[in-house]
């Protein structure tokens, strides 16, 4: 199961930029591929993940599995990003133990979503 790791690269994390100024979340999602990403992780970039107020952020989500969204990142917090996203990979249900989380996941966790049910359809 291949667990997905968004980055928001749109976000400005309250810069004014010029033009052609690479953004904060550019910045952030080109070095969490140079940290390397783990086995069994997609990095997917998207537009906007709601969290402008709360500077570069990131989400973590699996099939079946509990996702997290963490902001108030930057570049410099590639590598414990990438050490998140492997634990979460290697956590069953998604919850990595409180302790094993590097410590921007244990405090600049904004939501926890709990996995989505899948509804069977309606007979018709």
């Avoid at 968004?6 to 999602?29: E, M, N, S, W, Y």
Wanted: hydrophobic share 40%; charged share 20%; net charge neutral.
């Amino acid at each position: 199961m291949t667990v997905t790791l968004h980055v928001c690269i749109t976000c400005r994390a309250g810069q004014t930029l010029g033009d052609g100024d690479t953004t904060p979340g550019k910045r952030l999602h080109g070095a969490i591929l140079e940290a390397g990403v783990p086995d069994g992780v997609s990095v997917v970039p998207v537009e906007c993940l709601s969290a402008c107020s709360q500077g570069c952020s990131v989400a973590l989500s699996a099939p079946g599995r509990w996702s997290y969204v963490y902001g108030r990142l930057s570049d410099a917090n590639a590598r414990d990003v990438v050490a998140g996203a492997a634990a979460y990979a290697a956590a069953p249900d998604g919850i990595v133990p409180w302790r094993s989380r590097p410590e921007i996941f244990r405090k600049q966790s904004l939501a926890r979503i709990p996995p989505i049910a899948v509804v069977p359809e309606a007979a018709e």
